[in-house]
């Protein structure tokens, strides 16, 4: 047979006769089924059909479809669609836990000392709750461990890997650019209606305060995210992508104005020392000093622009209202975490514990709020999960293992002052590549042939640009 496979000749037949007989299908339903009906039966077959049959493009339709699916979700209930809360189930975890198990097949898994960190934080979580706390905040609080295991088990070459991070940049500048209409020209109304309409967070008919600031009259952007801290963030995600994977100077000056909209200080500093980290680990000081130098200068066009005299005096005079609730929160959270070192319970403590309960303490820190709620070991192996991941992505010696610790640095400093991990939708967006990091280490650190160990080599050299230097 000369090591050829011959082609089923019934082949061709049964794909015509299958699109015939689902074409049919269709059809029928059309004629006998109501019409709302037959989208809800045929999208959600055609989705399981593309998960199951092309895991690695579903996987990144929904990575790209993240940062708009709380706006989507939330005009569906404001034209009040049928089944919205269903919808939003089954365009997160259904399919990611559909993804992991499918990659987990596929690729398989072999746990190293980050998953077991994790592990351990999870499962003293769990353990805490059986003694007085909801076990839907506890999923709530450690919602990131999936989008995490996903990317452990997924395998991407390097072609695919850049070319996620360069549509990833472009979402985030397309989204930061239609952000500003809101703004500059339609204002807090829209959004407010919204909120009001979907039941959403609001503050006696008003946007919450995260949308505004002290003496600043104007709006923070959040484009199509919940809150102007994660459309920041993800801005912030955005723009290490961009320094490592483009050149191209139009979508980082996108995403950089978006995340100047947001005014989100702690996703500035976070952007600030993740870029930083990254001109360090590449030796590109010069290509540094030009974009800081034009980041500063875009800063300063844009105080007056939007308004932010005012903001950044009381900010520098130490008359914020939003310092001063950041560093209450803080001391509220370091008190509850070593007066109950094995946790208070998230019944006691953490936002979703305050709505249900008046009396209930909230720290805004992501770290104290998983001490104060789960206990100080709990925290401790959250953190050796961060060191860890760190530790591994860094030995990739990778784009992508750089793009791991940016983000983590960047998201990091963010989950000193602000709750960062409760997001599903973020959380796609910040543990997806950690995950994948993680792999890529996993998979370098296998016992390999002369022939591998050299195509390796040559990869990463293709990945830093060339030859190392002598």
Known sequence: ?????????????????????????????????????VPAIFIPAACLWLIFR?????????????????MVIELGKFFHLPGMTVVSACTKEVPLVLLLFILWHRNGLRLVAPDWFLLAAVMLAALRTVLNGSFVVWGTDFQFVLPYAVGRVTQL???????????????????AVLGMSEVFIFGGGPRTMLYLATDSV????TLTSAFGGTDFVGLRE???????????????????????????????????????????????IGTALAITFLAAALEQWKRWALYVGLGLVMFAASIPILGLSDYLSAFRTGQDTSTEG????TLTGLQIALEHPLGAGNAKV????????????????????????????ALVCFIGFLSSATWRAWRTHSQLGRAAI???????VMMTILLMHTDRRFNCWVWFPVGLAVRHFCDSAKPESHEERRNLQLRRLLENGGLPRQ
Not at 202 to 205: H, I, L, P, V, Y
Not at 326 to 329: E, F, I, L, N, R
């Open 222 to 268: 959040a484009s199509t995210m919940v809150g102007p801290s994660y459309f920041g963030a993800l801005c912030m995600i955005a723009l290490i992508l961009w320094w490592l994977y483009c050149r191209n100077p139009v979508p980082a000056v996108m995403a950089a104005a978006g995340l100047v909209c947001s005014i989100t200080r702690s996703a500035w």
């Open 54 to 70: 092309h895991p690695i493009g579903a996987l990144g339709a929904l990575l790209a479809f993240m940062p708009v699916d709380y």
């Open 350 to 377: 953490g936002a979703r514990a305050s709505g249900e309960n008046g009396n209930a303490d909230i720290t805004e820190s992501t770290y104290l709020s998983l001490a104060a709620e789960y206990g100080i070991v």
């Open 157 to 175: 070459t390097h072609e695919q890997e850049s070319r996620w991070a360069k549509r990833a940049v472009w979402i985030i500048a397309v989204l």
């Open 202 to 205: 609001t503050d006696n008919g």
């Open 1 to 37: 047979m000369n090591g050829q496979v011959l082609e089923n000749p019934f082949g061709s037949a049964f794909r015509i006769s299958g699109l015939i007989l689902i074409v049919l299908l269709v059809a029928s339903a059309c004629l006998f089924l109501p019409p709302l009906l």
């Open 326 to 329: 950041h560093v209450v929160s």
């Open 406 to 412: 940016a983000i983590m640095v960047g998201v990091g």
